[in-house]
């Protein structure tokens, strides 16, 4: 069953503010990546169709596809990962979300619905999206 990742954008107050910083890693890294302490237990499940949800001021969205989780060891001796995510971003319906550290998993059932359309502000889609004019596709 695939299962998802949510995460807060710390540092990041928009979607293209969000684009400069993956473009930066992709310079320095050759791929986007995103270091984490903890590895996730359930990879399998993640690198087959899941996701990254991007939180950006307490909503979630856009959302990445999620290729590889890779193992690291630190100088300093401790272990990290890595979650190599697909170099494009896209839009979903911005759900408001409480604040966490590191990520969490996000059930399929739970998370938002793509959207396409790039006609709209981030704050024009959350007021639609309020008025149910945005729904599950």
């Not at 319906?93 to 996000?106: A, D, T």
Request: no cysteine; glycine share 6%; charged share 30%.
């Amino acid at each position: 069953m695939t299962v998802h990742l949510k995460k807060l954008a710390v540092g990041i107050s928009s979607i293209e503010n969000l684009k400069d910083r993956q473009s930066f890693i992709f310079d320095t890294y050759g791929e986007i990546i995103n270091f984490t302490r903890n590895k996730p237990k359930r990879v399998d499940e993640l690198i087959e169709g899941g996701s990254l949800y991007w939180i950006i001021n307490r909503k979630v969205f856009v959302r990445q596809k999620i290729l590889e989780i890779k193992s690291f060891v630190l100088e300093d001796g401790k272990k990290s990962a890595g979650i190599v995510l697909q170099n494009k971003l896209i839009r979903v319906r911005p759900v408001s979300m409480k604040p966490f550290q590191g990520w969490r998993y996000y059930q399929k059932s739970d998370v938002p619905p793509d959207i396409d359309d790039d006609n709209f502000s981030d704050e024009n889609n959350v007021e639609l999206s309020k008025l149910g004019f945005i729904s599950k596709q």
